[in-house]
């Protein structure tokens, strides 16, 4: 749990620190920089900037692959900007056989508790099961909703809500 809580903060910091630029909206609202994690597609240097991570770490996962998607209101299926998001953490995954992941759904802050427990638990599902039909160990991966009660972004605004609707895969 500590681990994760980590992970979150530093996700949080990467988002707040990539949310000033104007290109960083992509089809679903949310930050484009986010969508491939700290860095982009194509990697680069890790968070704080001290160089390349660690190959099989967190941080490899979002500089070569990125660690979130992005869903629209209400809807647990993967848009095409997901699906090349998980095409490339199903490669990573293939690379790094030893690693297993957590996928933790999550939702905006409309709707009831239950409603977003349930919607977030399927959105970490629509992840597994795109990563397992890609060849990936439904043995590898544990999915976990948090609903509405871990959003990246407080706001109550339509930007915000896009930031949150996600499933964020991490090493566990």
């Not at 996962?61 to 629209?72: C, H, K, N, T």
Request: charge should be negative; aromatic fraction near 6%.
């Amino acid at each position: 749990m500590k681990h994760w809580t980590i992970a979150c903060l530093a996700g949080v910091a990467l988002l707040a620190a990539c949310s000033s630029s104007d290109d960083s909206k992509n089809a679903n609202g949310a930050g484009g920089a986010s969508a491939y994690g700290a860095t982009g597609a194509g990697g680069g240097v890790g968070a704080g900037g001290a160089g390349p991570a660690a190959p099989g770490s967190e941080e490899d996962l979002v500089q070569s692959a990125g660690d979130r998607i992005f869903f629209d209101t209400d809807r647990n299926s993967l848009s095409p900007q997901a699906t090349a998001t998980l095409d490339r953490q199903a490669a990573w995954l293939q690379q790094y056989q030893q690693v297993n992941v957590w996928v933790a759904g999550n939702c905006d802050e409309r709707g009831t508790e239950e409603y977003n427990l349930a919607l977030g638990q399927r959105r970490a599902n629509a992840d597994r099961d795109y990563l397992v039909a890609h060849g990936i160990q439904r043995s590898r991966i544990e999915t976990i909703s948090y609903g509405k009660s871990r959003p990246i972004d407080a706001a109550s605004t339509q930007e915000a809500w896009a930031q949150n609707r996600n499933a964020i895969t991490s090493v566990r």
